[in-house]
């Protein structure tokens, strides 16, 4: 794996999105919803830096299936998160690469009635954009790779790494084999 992004700049940039945050929603009280899986480490650590009073919950969408680095189908389940009606809301995810799951996951949200909805994302792809929409909170433009790390993951391994890395097609193929092995 190449890294892109090691622990302290993670750190770094996620600070500053943090601050940007608070001030931008000053003397208000903030609903963060995060959006499950990739969305959780960022969160996490987002939640600690921002002095403001806030409530928290999840709303779980998922595009990919399986071992895939493409789209499928997206699925939405609302279920899970908090009442939003009348709130002003921040929309976390780990990720804006085309952007269509992002504005899906919008669209969705305002169906509950919420006061405001921004949303803050840890990355965004370069050149990928497919949608009139640009996040309202960015901690780092990338290259188009694909990425692991800090929450973001392939078929569910490597959310756990501390740091930012791009896939190499060596990877994948080992990752195949270890995942084989193990069936």
Do not use: C, W
């Amino acid at each position: 794996m190449k890294t892109l992004l090691e622990k302290e700049a993670l750190h770094a940039g996620v600070s500053k999105m943090a601050k940007q945050i608070e001030q931008a929603y000053e003397g208000r009280q903030l609903t963060i919803v995060g959006v499950l899986t990739g969305s959780v480490v960022l969160m996490a650590d987002m939640i600690r830096l921002i002095q403001l009073p806030m409530r928290v919950g999840v709303i779980q969408a998922s595009s990919y299936r399986g071992a895939t680095t493409e789209r499928g189908d997206l699925i939405i389940n609302s279920e899970l998160m908090i009442d939003i009606s009348g709130r002003d809301v921040l929309l976390v995810d780990d990720i804006f690469d085309t952007g269509r799951t992002l504005t899906r996951v919008i669209e969705k949200m305002h169906e509950f009635g919420p006061n405001s909805i921004r949303s803050a994302v840890l990355l965004q792809k370069e050149g990928r954009v497919e949608v009139d929409y640009i996040p309202d909170f960015t901690a780092f433009n990338i290259p188009d790779e694909f990425v692991v790390g800090y929450g973001l993951d392939y078929e569910d391994m490597y959310r756990n790494l501390p740091y930012l890395a791009a896939l190499e097609p060596a990877d994948l193929e080992k990752h195949a084999v270890l995942s084989n092995n193990q069936n």
